[in-house]
DNA sequence: TCTTGTGCATAGAAGATCTATGTACATAGC
DNA sequence: GCTATGTACATAGATCTTCTATGCACAAGA
């Protein structure tokens, strides 16, 4: 999958501080890998989220060197080699706490939306 | 005021992510200026989002250059200089694009915060 | 006159991001 | 058995952003 740009994307900065809560969340139902997590990323925003494999594989690889996730290598029934995610102890405190964050930053927007009559 | 660090911080994507659509929520109440922006995030959040000067304003020239915002120099009854915000029209637009474009990953994030147990 | 608080400003270090590009192999079609 | 396509992972480094540190100015109070 290589694929380059699109219209009406959702701002960089905003699809940055999503990624990681995001990967967290989707590994914390269960393990995956890099195309099935964008596959999902895809699905679970009805296809208006659409990651490129080059972003995901430096997030996956930050989040295992910060031990929240952890990986290993196994072959898949279709006989393809996969790299296999799955969250580690830290990564479900840090999705709880990263979850909080985003929560208390929300509802601060919707205060001031709010009052804004946006 | 000059301010350092500070414990428990939000993540800086996440308040930049934050940052533009909270500012321009502010300015559609009505004109304010830095420092009274500063002190609104301070209390929108119940003291847990505080912002440093030094981070708003080129926050605030960013959007007044892409002409979002629109600015002029007005002196306080207090005797002070101070450079006044208001929102333009564009940047009405912005912020409802903006908003959309938040609620939308906040709308994925609960899904999948859901599905995972978080 | 010193300090503190208000108020705006910016250079540039430091850091993050992600595009472009690469490899590899399975499968299907011809 | 050749080619195209899709799956799958990987990363260098250009590019862009962010924000810390620092500066200026002045009012008011001590």
Do not use: C, F
């Not at 900065?13 to 099935?36: C, H, Q, R």
């Not at 596959?39 to 929240?68: C, F, N």
């Amino acid at each position: 999958m290589h694929k380059t740009s699109s219209s009406e994307a959702i701002p960089k900065d905003l699809v940055a501080a999503s990624a990681t809560p995001l990967v967290l969340s989707i590994l914390a139902k269960g393990e995956s890998y890099g195309y099935a997590i964008i596959a999902r990323v895809k699905e679970l925003s009805d296809g208006k989220l659409e990651w490129t494999d080059g972003m995901l594989y430096p997030i996956l690889h930050r989040l295992e060197e910060q031990g929240l996730i952890r990986a290993t290598w196994r072959n898949a029934e279709n006989g393809r080699r996969r790299r296999y995610y799955s969250l580690a102890a830290a990564g479900k405190k840090a999705l709880a706490t990263q979850r909080a964050q985003w929560d208390l930053v929300s509802a601060v927007l919707a205060t001031s939306w709010e009052q804004a009559h946006v």
